[in-house]
T-cell receptor, first 115, second 114 residues
Framework: EPEVTQTPSHQVTQMGQEVILRCVPI?????FYWYRQILGQKVEFLVS????????KSEIFDDQFSVERPDGSNFTLKIRSTKLEDSAMYFC?????????????FGSGTRLTVV | DQQVKQNSPSLSVQEGRISILNCDYT??????FLWYKKYPAEGPTFLIS?????DKNEDGRFTVFLNKSAKHLSLHIVPSQPGDSAVYFC?????????????FGTGTRLKVLA
């Protein structure tokens, strides 16, 4: 069964450093998403991406965050200067059609720990 | 702003019995609801969905009920199996700019006892 692949599974970084979280969506999917889950809290929407541009972003997704699809397969989330409160599980998701799909396919997540 | 609420953080059920997970929402613009299941160290997995034009959707052992007037939905699992032990998230969506952004509840941890 097709999967969304995320790397690395766990990343530890110093506060203030830049991190790039990588995702390989399912190959025929056109809509891409990042969500995060702070430990013990709910899964929160960060950003959606379609046709090489951001479709929607949440208030969490401030200027420190950016997304990119650098080639035909990868979808990345960059955090420019990490803060302690950025520590969370980050989930990438993709869907074939943004408005008709019943649900996304999520990756297994990257645990980001900012120290 | 908790638009989607799951008020029970945990639930324990005996194997073979019915599990009922509840979810309440506040935004009347939501028109699509989903349940996701999550195992430790894995991403959420889509389970079942329901559109606001329906009040029930069934898929095998899983049934989702939607009560629009009460802004309430529930997931019934019958019979419950030990492999159903996981965290269940309710999620809701309103169509925006052609893509579905989901608002998740905080989850309910289901434990099915053998």
């Amino acid at each position: 069964e097709p999967e969304v692949t995320q790397t690395p599974s766990h990343q530890v970084t110093q506060m203030g450093q830049e991190v790039i979280l990588r995702c390989v969506p399912i190959s025929n999917h056109l809509y891409f998403y990042w969500y995060r889950q702070i430990l013990g809290q709910k899964v929160e929407f960060l950003v959606s991406f379609y046709n090489n541009e951001i479709s929607e972003k949440s208030e969490i997704f401030d200027d420190q965050f950016s997304v990119e699809r650098p080639d035909g397969s990868n979808f990345t989330l960059k955090i420019r200067s990490t803060k302690l409160e950025d520590s969370a599980m980050y989930f990438c998701a993709s869907s074939e059609r943004g408005d008709l799909d019943p649900g996304y396919t999520f990756g297994s997540g990257t645990r980001l720990t900012v120290v | 702003d908790q638009q989607v609420k799951q008020n029970s953080p945990s639930l324990s059920v005996q194997e073979g019995r019915i599990s009922i997970l509840n979810c309440d929402y506040t935004n009347s613009m939501f028109d699509y609801f989903l349940w996701y299941k999550k195992y430790p160290a894995e991403g959420p997995t889509f389970l079942i969905s329901i559109s606001s034009i329906k009040d029930k959707n069934e898929d095998g052992r899983f049934t989702v009920f939607l009560n629009k007037s009460a802004k309430h939905l529930s997931l019934h699992i019958v019979p419950s199996q030990p492999g159903d032990s996981a965290v269940y998230f309710c999620a809701a969506s309103a169509p925006t700019s052609g893509t579905y952004k989901y608002i998740f509840g905080t989850g309910t941890r289901l434990k099915v006892l053998a």
